[in-house]
């Protein structure tokens, strides 16, 4: 599979170009059959998911939901759970996380944080206790590597490319953020099917990927201060975020490793 494995402490890597970025996987464990089997099945179910989901492929699911030749009760159960975990993420984020903008279904903003969820958890069921899944930026970990026990995600700095902004610290966590650096203002705010142009990043912490990523998505549509208030109703989740203006705004729960210079000393 292109991965290149470690022994000794050192980590075991793989990069897998799948869903439009490249999911890395890093593992602290010796690269045995069963992990390399694990390894195998996480990698396949990324790109079963780019099969089925992706609106950017004629023949997937939701493309053809999309132009209307399949309906949704003809859809398979797994397309069906998606749509209801969009739906879910649309109750949650009072309607600022909405599959449905445009008026067919989207579910690209739940299925990255979801898939690269479900793949950390093969290999963890396979007994990779410590393993990263670095999803295009949307990153889950999990285990204590290295002799300081936790693992460290850099949080890029959207007004300084190529700086970091924070670095943060967990053991069994996920980190998600959402932003204009790479792609622009493509988010749209599904209640005024505009651009959300308040925020230039929002990166959110929290115990699993798939609600850190609409967690991300949802903050980049609210602003910075509905955004840190409706945050803090999520147990378990801290968010950091970026407006336009550049200031920077933390909840008082967000778990830094360390500042970097720019970042206000007080929390949200």
Request: proline share 7%; hydrophobic share 45%.
């Amino acid at each position: 599979m292109g991965d290149r494995a470690g022994v000794g402490g050192v980590p075991w890597r793989h990069a897998e170009p799948v869903m439009g970025t490249v999911v890395s996987f890093t593992l602290r464990h010796r690269p045995t059959p069963v992990l390399r089997a694990a390894l195998a099945d996480a990698v396949a179910l990324l790109h079963e998911a780019d099969r089925v989901y992706s609106p950017f492929l004629p023949d997937s699911a939701v493309s053809r939901l999309r132009r209307g030749e399949l309906g949704r009760a003809d859809a398979p159960p797994e397309v069906r759970r998606v749509l209801e975990l969009c739906e879910r993420a649309h109750s949650r984020t009072r309607g600022a996380f909405d599959a449905w903008a445009d008026g067919r279904p989207d579910p690209c903003g739940l299925v990255k944080g979801w898939a690269a969820e479900r793949a950390w958890r093969v290999l963890r069921e396979a007994g990779a206790t410590d393993a990263c899944v670095n999803a295009g930026g949307d990153v889950r970990v999990g285990g204590a590597p290295g002799p300081a026990g936790v693992w460290r995600t850099g949080i890029a700095d959207p007004r300084r490319p190529g700086r970091l902004l924070a670095v943060v610290a967990g053991r069994d966590h996920a980190v998600a953020t959402s932003g204009t650096t790479e792609r622009g203002a493509h988010i749209v705010d599904p209640r005024t099917r505009a651009p959300a142009t308040g925020l230039l990043a929002a990166t959110v912490t929290g115990p699993e990927l798939l609600w850190a990523d609409v967690h991300a998505t949802a903050a980049m549509v609210l602003g910075a201060g509905e955004a840190h208030r409706w945050i803090a109703s999520q147990p378990g989740y801290a968010l950091l975020t970026v407006a336009a203006d550049g200031e920077a705004r933390a909840s008082v729960d967000f778990p830094f490793a360390s500042v970097e210079r720019g970042l206000p000393a007080h929390a949200a």
